[in-house]
T-cell receptor, first 113, second 115 residues
Framework: SQQGEEDPQALSIQEGENATMNCSYK?????LQWYRQNSGRGLVHLIL?????REKHSGRLRVTLDTSKKSSSLLITASRAADTASYFC?????????????FGTGTRLQVFP | DAMVIQNPRYQVTQFGKPVTLSCSQT?????MYWYQQKSSQAPKLLFH???????NEADTPDNFQSRRPNTSFCFLDIRSPGLGDAAMYLC??????????????FGPGTRLTVL
Protein backbone atom coordinates (compact mmCIF):
# COMPACT_ATOMS: atom_id res chain seq x y z
CA SER A 1 0.00 0.00 0.00
CA GLN A 2 1.16 3.50 -0.71
CA GLN A 3 2.89 5.04 2.25
CA GLY A 4 3.02 8.73 1.56
CA GLU A 5 0.43 11.23 0.59
CA GLU A 6 1.59 14.60 -0.62
CA ASP A 7 -0.13 17.89 -0.92
CA PRO A 8 -0.68 19.90 -2.85
CA GLN A 9 -0.84 17.67 -5.92
CA ALA A 10 0.13 20.63 -8.04
CA LEU A 11 1.62 24.02 -7.24
CA SER A 12 2.20 27.01 -9.51
CA ILE A 13 4.28 29.95 -8.37
CA GLN A 14 6.33 32.83 -9.74
CA GLU A 15 10.10 32.87 -9.75
CA GLY A 16 11.44 34.20 -6.48
CA GLU A 17 8.56 32.89 -4.40
CA ASN A 18 8.89 30.06 -1.92
CA ALA A 19 7.34 26.64 -2.53
CA THR A 20 6.19 24.38 0.28
CA MET A 21 5.21 20.76 -0.19
CA ASN A 22 3.88 18.47 2.50
CA CYS A 23 4.09 14.73 2.95
CA SER A 24 2.22 12.48 5.37
CA TYR A 25 2.94 8.84 6.02
CA LYS A 26 1.41 6.00 7.97
CA UNK A 27 3.97 3.83 9.76
CA UNK A 28 7.24 4.26 11.62
CA UNK A 29 10.26 5.06 9.51
CA UNK A 30 14.04 5.03 9.63
CA UNK A 31 14.39 8.08 7.48
CA LEU A 32 12.48 10.15 4.97
CA GLN A 33 13.93 11.29 1.67
CA TRP A 34 12.89 13.82 -0.94
CA TYR A 35 13.47 13.27 -4.64
CA ARG A 36 12.99 15.41 -7.68
CA GLN A 37 11.89 14.15 -11.10
CA ASN A 38 12.02 16.18 -14.27
CA SER A 39 9.40 15.21 -16.84
CA GLY A 40 10.14 11.80 -18.37
CA ARG A 41 13.38 11.37 -16.46
CA GLY A 42 14.73 9.45 -13.49
CA LEU A 43 14.65 10.65 -9.91
CA VAL A 44 17.36 12.71 -8.28
CA HIS A 45 17.95 12.55 -4.54
CA LEU A 46 17.62 15.93 -2.83
CA ILE A 47 17.86 15.41 0.89
CA LEU A 48 17.52 12.75 3.59
CA UNK A 49 16.30 13.38 7.13
CA UNK A 50 16.62 10.71 9.79
CA UNK A 51 13.84 9.83 12.20
CA UNK A 52 15.72 11.46 15.09
CA UNK A 53 16.18 14.75 13.23
CA ARG A 54 13.65 17.56 13.11
CA GLU A 55 15.05 19.90 10.49
CA LYS A 56 17.67 19.83 7.79
CA HIS A 57 18.97 22.34 5.26
CA SER A 58 20.70 21.97 1.95
CA GLY A 59 21.22 25.10 -0.11
CA ARG A 60 17.76 26.52 -0.88
CA LEU A 61 16.06 23.43 0.53
CA ARG A 62 14.70 23.09 4.04
CA VAL A 63 13.11 19.87 5.24
CA THR A 64 11.25 19.34 8.48
CA LEU A 65 10.10 16.09 10.03
CA ASP A 66 7.49 15.63 12.72
CA THR A 67 7.39 11.96 13.66
CA SER A 68 4.56 12.50 16.14
CA LYS A 69 2.36 13.72 13.31
CA LYS A 70 3.97 11.44 10.73
CA SER A 71 4.55 14.35 8.41
CA SER A 72 7.32 16.16 6.61
CA SER A 73 7.58 19.32 4.58
CA LEU A 74 9.95 20.49 1.87
CA LEU A 75 10.51 24.21 1.43
CA ILE A 76 12.25 25.55 -1.65
CA THR A 77 13.20 29.18 -1.14
CA ALA A 78 13.66 31.77 -3.88
CA SER A 79 12.40 29.40 -6.54
CA ARG A 80 13.69 29.41 -10.10
CA ALA A 81 12.14 28.29 -13.37
CA ALA A 82 14.64 25.41 -13.34
CA ASP A 83 12.97 24.09 -10.17
CA THR A 84 9.97 23.08 -12.27
CA ALA A 85 9.62 19.33 -11.69
CA SER A 86 7.73 16.73 -9.67
CA TYR A 87 8.82 16.27 -6.08
CA PHE A 88 8.35 13.02 -4.21
CA CYS A 89 8.80 12.14 -0.59
CA UNK A 90 9.89 8.59 0.13
CA UNK A 91 9.84 6.81 3.45
CA UNK A 92 12.45 4.23 4.23
CA UNK A 93 11.79 1.03 6.13
CA UNK A 94 14.65 -1.25 6.95
CA UNK A 95 15.00 -4.49 5.04
CA UNK A 96 18.11 -6.51 5.79
CA UNK A 97 20.86 -4.02 4.96
CA UNK A 98 18.91 -1.88 2.54
CA UNK A 99 16.37 0.91 2.88
CA UNK A 100 13.25 0.02 0.93
CA UNK A 101 11.61 3.23 -0.25
CA UNK A 102 7.90 3.79 -0.54
CA PHE A 103 7.11 6.90 -2.51
CA GLY A 104 4.39 9.43 -1.96
CA THR A 105 2.03 10.64 -4.62
CA GLY A 106 4.20 13.59 -5.59
CA THR A 107 3.73 17.33 -6.03
CA ARG A 108 4.03 18.84 -9.49
CA LEU A 109 5.72 22.22 -9.15
CA GLN A 110 5.55 24.79 -11.94
CA VAL A 111 7.68 27.91 -11.53
CA PHE A 112 6.88 30.70 -13.98
CA PRO A 113 9.64 33.12 -15.03
CA ASP B 1 31.28 9.99 -14.17
CA ALA B 2 29.85 7.22 -12.04
CA MET B 3 26.28 6.59 -13.00
CA VAL B 4 23.29 4.33 -13.55
CA ILE B 5 22.56 3.58 -17.20
CA GLN B 6 19.37 2.14 -18.61
CA ASN B 7 18.90 0.74 -22.09
CA PRO B 8 16.95 1.24 -24.12
CA ARG B 9 15.41 4.58 -23.15
CA TYR B 10 12.29 3.74 -25.13
CA GLN B 11 11.00 0.25 -25.82
CA VAL B 12 7.97 -0.72 -27.87
CA THR B 13 6.71 -4.28 -27.69
CA GLN B 14 3.62 -6.18 -28.73
CA PHE B 15 1.04 -7.58 -26.37
CA GLY B 16 2.38 -10.90 -25.08
CA LYS B 17 5.86 -10.57 -26.61
CA PRO B 18 8.63 -10.98 -24.01
CA VAL B 19 10.80 -7.97 -23.41
CA THR B 20 14.00 -7.36 -21.44
CA LEU B 21 15.10 -4.05 -20.01
CA SER B 22 18.67 -3.57 -18.87
CA CYS B 23 20.42 -1.54 -16.22
CA SER B 24 24.09 -1.10 -15.55
CA GLN B 25 25.97 0.87 -12.93
CA THR B 26 29.48 2.14 -12.47
CA UNK B 27 28.95 3.06 -8.81
CA UNK B 28 29.90 -0.40 -7.53
CA UNK B 29 26.83 -0.42 -5.29
CA UNK B 30 25.75 -3.76 -3.97
CA UNK B 31 22.01 -3.02 -3.96
CA MET B 32 19.97 -2.65 -7.15
CA TYR B 33 16.25 -1.91 -7.42
CA TRP B 34 13.58 -1.98 -10.11
CA TYR B 35 10.59 0.36 -9.90
CA GLN B 36 7.53 0.70 -12.09
CA GLN B 37 6.09 4.18 -12.53
CA LYS B 38 2.82 4.68 -14.36
CA SER B 39 1.80 8.04 -15.70
CA SER B 40 1.41 10.69 -12.98
CA GLN B 41 1.88 8.11 -10.24
CA ALA B 42 4.53 7.35 -7.65
CA PRO B 43 7.31 4.86 -8.42
CA LYS B 44 6.41 1.43 -7.10
CA LEU B 45 9.10 -1.01 -6.01
CA LEU B 46 8.96 -4.32 -7.90
CA PHE B 47 12.00 -6.06 -6.39
CA HIS B 48 15.57 -5.50 -5.35
CA UNK B 49 18.86 -7.35 -5.12
CA UNK B 50 21.19 -7.20 -2.18
CA UNK B 51 24.29 -8.57 -3.88
CA UNK B 52 22.92 -11.78 -5.41
CA UNK B 53 20.05 -12.11 -2.95
CA UNK B 54 16.76 -11.47 -4.73
CA UNK B 55 13.93 -9.80 -2.79
CA ASN B 56 10.53 -9.77 -4.46
CA GLU B 57 7.73 -7.46 -3.32
CA ALA B 58 4.61 -9.39 -2.32
CA ASP B 59 2.40 -7.70 -4.90
CA THR B 60 4.78 -7.92 -7.86
CA PRO B 61 3.10 -10.00 -10.57
CA ASP B 62 4.77 -13.28 -11.60
CA ASN B 63 4.99 -11.83 -15.09
CA PHE B 64 7.95 -9.79 -13.90
CA GLN B 65 11.30 -11.49 -13.37
CA SER B 66 14.80 -10.20 -12.78
CA ARG B 67 18.38 -11.34 -13.20
CA ARG B 68 21.58 -9.95 -11.81
CA PRO B 69 24.52 -11.75 -13.42
CA ASN B 70 27.13 -9.56 -11.73
CA THR B 71 27.47 -6.44 -9.57
CA SER B 72 27.22 -4.07 -12.51
CA PHE B 73 24.23 -5.39 -14.42
CA CYS B 74 20.61 -6.08 -13.64
CA PHE B 75 17.83 -7.07 -16.04
CA LEU B 76 14.06 -6.82 -15.87
CA ASP B 77 12.22 -9.46 -17.89
CA ILE B 78 8.53 -9.11 -18.64
CA ARG B 79 7.42 -12.49 -19.84
CA SER B 80 4.08 -11.61 -21.42
CA PRO B 81 3.51 -7.87 -21.42
CA GLY B 82 -0.05 -6.68 -21.14
CA LEU B 83 -1.44 -3.25 -21.91
CA GLY B 84 -1.38 -2.52 -18.18
CA ASP B 85 2.38 -2.97 -18.08
CA ALA B 86 2.99 0.14 -20.15
CA ALA B 87 4.96 2.39 -17.82
CA MET B 88 8.33 3.94 -17.06
CA TYR B 89 10.69 1.40 -15.51
CA LEU B 90 13.30 2.87 -13.23
CA CYS B 91 16.48 1.19 -12.04
CA UNK B 92 18.21 2.44 -8.91
CA UNK B 93 21.21 1.53 -6.81
CA UNK B 94 22.35 2.14 -3.27
CA UNK B 95 25.18 1.20 -0.98
CA UNK B 96 24.83 -1.33 1.76
CA UNK B 97 23.47 0.60 4.74
CA UNK B 98 26.60 -0.23 6.71
CA UNK B 99 28.49 1.86 4.15
CA UNK B 100 25.94 4.44 3.07
CA UNK B 101 22.97 6.51 4.12
CA UNK B 102 20.21 4.82 2.18
CA UNK B 103 20.18 7.35 -0.65
CA UNK B 104 19.25 5.77 -3.95
CA UNK B 105 20.72 6.69 -7.32
CA PHE B 106 18.37 6.41 -10.27
CA GLY B 107 18.87 5.80 -13.94
CA PRO B 108 16.97 7.84 -16.54
CA GLY B 109 14.34 5.14 -16.98
CA THR B 110 13.01 3.06 -19.85
CA ARG B 111 9.58 3.98 -21.15
CA LEU B 112 7.76 0.82 -22.24
CA THR B 113 4.91 0.96 -24.73
CA VAL B 114 2.77 -2.13 -25.30
CA LEU B 115 0.84 -2.28 -28.56
Amino acid sequence: SQQGEEDPQALSIQEGENATMNCSYKTSINNLQWYRQNSGRGLVHLILIRSNEREKHSGRLRVTLDTSKKSSSLLITASRAADTASYFCATAGRSYNTDKLIFGTGTRLQVFP
Amino acid sequence: DAMVIQNPRYQVTQFGKPVTLSCSQTLNHNVMYWYQQKSSQAPKLLFHYYDKDFNNEADTPDNFQSRRPNTSFCFLDIRSPGLGDAAMYLCATSRDLRAGSGEQFFGPGTRLTVL
